[in-house]
């Protein structure tokens, strides 16, 4: 268990919605990662939050979104979804340092039908 | 830009036998080398890292690398590989000259044999 906790674990949804994927961070860890990994695109990575500040970006899409709030828990906003967005989505943490492993969360499949 | 490759989809090997899975890197600053495994419908779990100093890392599991500045690679190694080690493995790199970003390769699968 890393003690990156994602929810939901799986959701189904329809093209054209919009969903909310949550992320909680190892206690004491400052940075949040989020990535996506499909089986085309292989792991992704799509932003990262320091401490409630946007840190870097990667391949993020516009429809897609992200928050670090207070507490330092972290939400990925998906929106008018595609098929194409069906994938894994990962939350990793870690302490910031500029040279420390991230640990992962368990993933939050996402099917668009 | 910094990116990482991993030029073997997949690596086959018999239980017993010294298993390698290669990894090459290019940055532009000095490289801040990981290696991650994930397991089937698990996240991804961290086995060893390269920042600075002996270019040989030794990691979880019995997994160790090698850093290579001349080659930029950093070739996962293991003296003698379990079925337990199938598993789907990632190599990352970050930019030290600054960069925030960690990027990881494709993956390579590994299938030890019994």
């Known amino acids: 268990d890393s003690g990156v906790t994602q929810t939901p674990k799986h959701l189904i949804t329809a093209t054209g919605q919009r969903v909310t994927l949550r992320c909680s961070p190892r206690?004491?860890?400052?940075?949040v990662y989020w990535y996506q990994q499909s089986l085309d695109q292989g792991l992704q990575f799509l932003i990262q939050?320091?401490?409630?500040?946007?840190?870097a970006k990667g391949n993020i899409l516009e429809r897609f979104s992200a928050q670090q709030f207070p507490d330092l828990h972290s939400e990925l906003n998906l929106s008018s979804l595609e098929l194409g967005d069906s994938a894994l989505y990962f939350c990793?943490?870690?302490?910031?340092?500029?040279?420390?492993?991230?640990?992962f969360g368990p993933g939050t499949r996402l099917t668009v039908l | 830009a910094q990116s990482v490759a991993q030029p073997e989809d997949q690596v086959n090997v018999a239980e017993g036998n010294p298993l390698t899975v290669k990894c090459t890197y290019s940055?532009?600053?000095?490289?801040?080398l990981f290696w991650y495994v994930q397991y089937p419908n698990r996240g991804l779990q961290f086995l060893l890292k390269?920042?600075?100093?002996?270019?040989l890392v030794k990691g979880s599991y019995g997994f160790e690398a090698e850093f290579n500045k001349s080659q930029t690679s950093f070739h996962l190694k293991k003296p003698s590989a379990l079925v337990s080690d199938s598993a789907l493995y990632f190599c990352?790199?970050?930019?030290?000259?600054?960069?925030?970003?960690?990027?990881f390769g494709a993956g390579t699968r590994l299938f030890v044999k019994a």
């Open positions: 990352a790199v970050r930019d030290g000259d600054g960069g925030f970003k960690t990027i």
């Open positions: 939050y320091y401490n409630g500040e946007e840190r």
């Open positions: 390269y920042i600075t100093g002996d270019n």
């Open positions: 940055v532009s600053g000095n490289p801040y």
């Open positions: 206690s004491g860890d400052l940075s």
């Open positions: 990793a943490s870690s302490d910031g340092g500029d040279y420390n492993e991230q640990f």
